[in-house]
T-cell receptor
Framework: DVKVTQSSRYLVKRTGEKVFLECVQD?????MFWYRQDPGLGLRLIYF???????EKGDIPEGYSVSREKKERFSLILESASTNQTSMYLC???????????FGSGTQLSVL | KNEVEQSPQNLTAQEGEFITINCSYS?????LHWLQQHPGGGIVSLFM???GKKKHGRLIATINIQEKHSSLHITASHPRDSAVYIC?????????????FGKGTKLSVKP
């Protein structure tokens, strides 16, 4: 089975801190995604990557950046965390095309 | 108007009941996904379909491309089916990252 691993299940950070969320998948998937999920708003795409060093902005990229230096790892970076970035962050991966999505277990980030 | 609408938003059922969750969409799609999210966050992909019907255990997903509608059925429901069920579509011609999500249906199955 495909495994998508997110580095932290819960994270508490202070306003202004730089935050790194890591995601690793073990099935050689080309596509990797970062979503945030908020009550009443559903899942929203922040960034996705379709290959190493390739990325595209999603619906809500402001305040975030990403890095994909290796195929299996996709990092989400909050350059200067703010309280409105408190959310559940979910990483996912899939094969190129219209493949089935595999999700990590999520990181609940609280910014105080 | 949301491009992917789910109904109902919330659903409470008794164990053993037959359950239907509906998803309507307004864009051209290349695939439709049904996802399950248990309390605690993890999301599991249940089905990906572009036509017809798929079955896995007690779960059945159908799609009608002409009517732009999909249904997820659960037969002989059980408390462990309690979760949020999310419909998502891959927008035809869109970029690979362009999945459009519904807001989810929260299902609670009482023993």
């Amino acid at each position: 089975d495909v495994k998508v691993t997110q580095s932290s299940r819960y994270l508490v950070k202070r306003t202004g801190e730089k935050v790194f969320l890591e995601c690793v998948q073990d099935m050689d998937h080309e596509n990797m995604f970062w979503y945030r999920q908020d009550p009443g708003l559903g899942l929203r795409l922040i960034y996705f990557s379709y290959d190493v060093k390739m990325k595209e902005k999603g619906d809500i990229p402001e305040g975030y950046s990403v890095s994909r230096e290796k195929k299996e790892r996709f990092s989400l970076i909050l350059e200067s965390a703010s309280t409105n970035q408190t959310s559940m962050y979910l990483c996912a991966s899939s094969l190129v095309g219209r493949g089935k999505l595999f999700f990590g277990s999520g990181t609940q980030l609280s910014v105080l | 108007k949301n491009e992917v609408e789910q109904s109902p938003q919330n659903l409470t059922a008794q164990e053993g009941e037959f359950i239907t969750i509906n998803c309507s969409y307004s864009v051209g799609i290349s695939a439709l996904h049904w996802l399950q999210q248990h309390p605690g966050g993890g999301i599991v992909s249940l089905f990906m379909l572009s036509s017809g019907k798929k079955k896995h255990g007690r779960l059945i997903a159908t799609i009608n491309i002409q009517e732009k509608h999909s249904s997820l059925h659960i037969t002989a429901s059980h408390p462990r089916d309690s979760a949020v069920y999310i419909c998502a579509v891959t927008n035809y011609g869109g970029s690979q990252g362009n999945l459009i999500f519904g807001k989810g249906t929260k299902l609670s199955v009482k023993p």
